[in-house]
């Protein structure tokens, strides 16, 4: 006596490879309203792919984003002590140009 299992087309990993292979996108919006007038808009999207596929399409966020991406943090850090530096370097005219019409005024 045997057991037989019924044979599926597509197996749960055939799918997953179609899905990241192809992509998918869910979307979705929800609105709140009340009296006809609108409260709340919450804009829903969702993409699952490859990250091969995703960099096909233009989505590439996570090699910029700090939170993820080494590289990216330490731009970010770099940029940071830039801006820093220049925003000192202005206060310290400003301030040189406060004393010098402080010192003329007397």
Partial sequence: MSIE?????SSIVD???TVLDKGVVI????????????LLTIKIRLIVAS???AKE?????????????SK??????????KENQQLQNRIEQ?????????????
Avoid: F
Avoid at 27 to 38: C, H, P, Q, S, Y
């Fill in 5 to 9: 299992h019924p044979t599926q087309s």
């Fill in 15 to 17: 799918v997953l490879e």
């Fill in 27 to 38: 979307v979705g919006d929800i609105r709140v309203g009340l009296a006809d007038v609108e």
């Fill in 51 to 53: 990250v091969d596929k």
């Fill in 57 to 69: 399409i233009g989505m590439d966020w996570w090699e910029t984003d700090p939170y993820l991406n």
């Fill in 72 to 81: 990216a943090a330490e731009a970010d850090t770099k940029a940071l002590e």
């Fill in 94 to 106: 400003l301030e040189n140009s406060m004393q010098r019409m402080y010192n003329h005024q007397k």
